[in-house]
């Protein structure tokens, strides 16, 4: 009679311990698949500022540089045969200027004595001076090509990566080519995104990243006012990015607006044969009504369910 008394008072008392919500629509973000490419925020190449023949080549893909530092030397034949040839015309201008000074003694000493005319000495003062006119103009074109030479030194335009190298040791190649290409700037995911969904993105706004082995959350760092192709592109900022190769492709999701939705705990769902049922009170007691479910909402700790069909705003759903 006592476990009698007892299972009666049991089930007198379980529905009080149940828990009443009303359905009230409440907002919930538009979540837009897209891809998200990992790439340095600056691709500079490094180019060669005169044409010739890669005489060294001291990086290779992967390699990083810091700015300033020397990744390889291009060499001109023409440049060292110029210099050859302009060093030879400054020792015999220099010669020349040691003939006229001399002969500008001289008449220095013929006029002193009334022998020669002052004309005569203005003619000699006047060679000498274009004589070392002459060997200024030519050590300024030395100091060209010896520039020239210099610049066939191939410097890092910052530090970075580098991601490519298009040439070879010994190959020939023009001024301007690329040497080599340098990512710097950091690591960022860059996206591109139609243009309709433009407004709804800010900067400073979550994603969600839902590739294996990288972060679970970024947040846009940076929006690019060009719209290229119907796209806008963004930068985005992840915590544990792996920057392991560069343009790797990695599915993220971006919030792109928001739709109002009827959420239920989901302690409140149960699933019978693969159909999900609901308890609601109804008139005379509870009542179970088959619902169809959307995606998954956690907030404040409680997972949630969105409820796609099978109840309205203002049913009372019984949870547990």
Do not use: C
Not at 96 to 112: H, I, P, S, Y
Not at 278 to 304: C, H, N, P, S
């Amino acid at each position: 009679m006592r476990a009698f008394l007892l299972i009666t008072s049991l089930l007198a008392s379980g529905p009080l311990l149940a828990e009443t919500i009303t359905l009230e629509p409440s907002p919930l973000t538009e979540w837009k698949s897209v891809y998200g490419r990992v790439e340095t925020r600056e691709t500079v190449p490094a180019r060669a500022r005169i044409g010739g023949i890669v005489q060294s080549l001291s990086v290779s893909e992967g390699d990083t540089v810091t700015a300033g530092q020397e990744i390889a030397v291009i060499h001109d034949d023409k440049i060292a045969f110029q210099i050859a040839a302009l060093d030879a015309q400054i020792a015999a201008l220099k010669a020349q200027l040691a003939t006229a000074e001399t002969e500008l003694e001289r008449g220095q000493a013929l006029v002193d004595r009334g022998v020669a005319t002052v004309q005569r000495l203005d003619q000699l003062r006047t060679t000498v001076d274009v004589v070392r006119g002459q060997i200024a103009s030519t050590e300024a074109q030395r100091d060209i090509s010896a520039q020239q030479a210099s610049e066939g030194r191939v410097i890092a335009p910052g530090d970075g990566l580098v991601l490519t190298v298009p040439v070879t040791l010994g190959a020939v190649i023009l001024p301007g080519e690329a040497v080599a290409t340098i990512g710097g700037g950091g690591f960022f995911l860059r996206l591109a995104v139609p243009e309709r969904h433009a407004t709804a993105l800010t900067e400073g706004a979550e994603i969600r990243i839902t590739s294996a082995g990288t972060a679970e959350a970024g947040r846009i760092a940076k929006l690019y006012p060009q719209i290229t192709n119907g796209r806008v592109v963004a930068d985005v900022e992840v915590e544990g990015l792996d920057t392991a190769y560069v343009d790797a492709r990695v599915l993220v999701e971006l919030p792109v607006g928001e739709r109002m939705a009827l959420l239920v705990p989901k302690a409140a769902v149960t699933t019978r044969s693969g159909l999900d049922f609901v308890a609601v009170e109804a008139e005379g007691g509870e009542a179970e009504r088959a619902v169809v479910l959307g995606e998954t909402v956690i907030r404040d700790g409680t997972e949630l369910l969105e409820v796609l069909s099978g109840l309205n705003a203002g049913d009372r759903v019984v949870a547990p």
